[in-house]
């Protein structure tokens, strides 16, 4: 049985800011608690979501990416030995322009059951709001004292 | 049994307080909720609409739980499209958890119902008028898209 996540939400910026936000390390590091992505960001490039303390979190490849409209990536979590047991999933970030606003929606997706997508399904609404927040008014939100699970 | 539900979470940098009363005051939904207002008395019991501004009936339903400025719950029956109307009440409730300075907002939408037409209308509804609330509150300007009702709805 297949499981997915699915979040929409709506920023007030254009898709290239918002392409920049998703990719950039200097800004990840602000609203992914502390997290940034080593990649080239190219076809096929490996992936890598690194923690503010070095940690490798998760791993992957760039299976599709056009910017700024378009990514996606293969993700297998990698700290978590009952996560990483359930092998990759797949996260599709989607990028459209609205007028004055871009529409952002994420679907992480596995073609099982698996665990990750019910950790996850806690994460990016958080990830996400603080994203928002930062491109809307400069600030990122404050992280929580935990990660949560995942 | 069988259920359709939405659930929608997102954290806005706001007060508890702050963030109960836009999602009932008029002179905020009306900005973040495409025009319309809710007429209700807020308490447990009382009967609830939300308005069309138009002065048309949107949804009718009642207070099922209050808990200022934590949660509240209303029944809710669309009224204005035949084959959600038919479906009879769904069950809308609000989660306000605050951490530190930000507030955690849980809209979960429901119904005792397999593929629910309501619940899938809403579904693609609370994204955008949640992503406005938290521009609104947090900029002091809703999203442009929110701010009037579509036209022929």
């Known amino acids: 049985m297949s499981s997915n996540f699915v979040y929409v939400t709506y920023i007030r910026t254009t898709p290239e800011k918002l392409w920049d936000a998703l990719t950039k390390p200097e800004f990840t590091k602000q609203y992914w608690f502390g997290f940034h992505q080593d990649c080239e960001w190219t076809k096929g490039s490996s992936w890598k979501l690194v923690s503010g303390d070095g940690m490798v979190a998760d791993t992957g490849e760039v299976l599709e990416i056009d910017p700024p409209s378009r990514l996606v990536l293969k993700w297998r979590n990698e700290f978590r030995p009952e996560l990483k047991a359930d092998g990759y999933t797949r996260c599709t970030f989607a990028v459209e322009r609205l007028g004055e606003l871009v529409k952002l929606t994420i679907t992480h997706e596995a073609d099982d059951a698996h665990k990750m997508i019910a950790a996850v399904s806690q994460g990016w609404p958080q990830i996400l709001s603080s994203l928002k927040s930062l491109l809307e008014t400069g600030h990122a939100l404050p992280r929580p004292d935990t990660l949560p699970k995942g | ?153």
Not at chain 2, 43 to 67: A, C, H, N, Y
Not at chain 2, 138 to 152: I, Q, V
């Open chain 2, 1 to 153: 049994m069988s259920t359709s539900k939405f659930v929608y979470v997102t954290y806005i940098r706001t007060t508890p307080e702050k963030l109960f009363d836009a999602l009932r005051n008029p002179e905020f939904t009306r900005q973040f909720w495409s025009e319309t207002w809710q007429d209700c008395e807020w308490k447990k019991g009382s009967p609830w609409k939300l308005m069309i501004p138009d002065g048309r009936i949107g949804d009718t339903g009642e207070v099922l739980e209050f808990d200022a400025p934590r949660r509240f719950a209303v029944s809710w029956q669309n009224e204005f499209k035949p084959e959600m109307k038919a479906e009879g009440p769904s069950r809308a409730t609000f989660e306000l958890e605050p951490m530190g300075d930000t507030v955690k907002l849980t809209v979960t939408h429901e119904m005792d119902r397999e593929n629910s037409k309501l619940i899938e209308g809403v579904s693609g509804g609370w994204p955008p008028l949640l992503a406005s609330l938290k521009s609104l509150l947090e900029t002091g300007d809703a999203l442009e898209m929110t701010k009037k009702w579509p036209e022929g709805v």
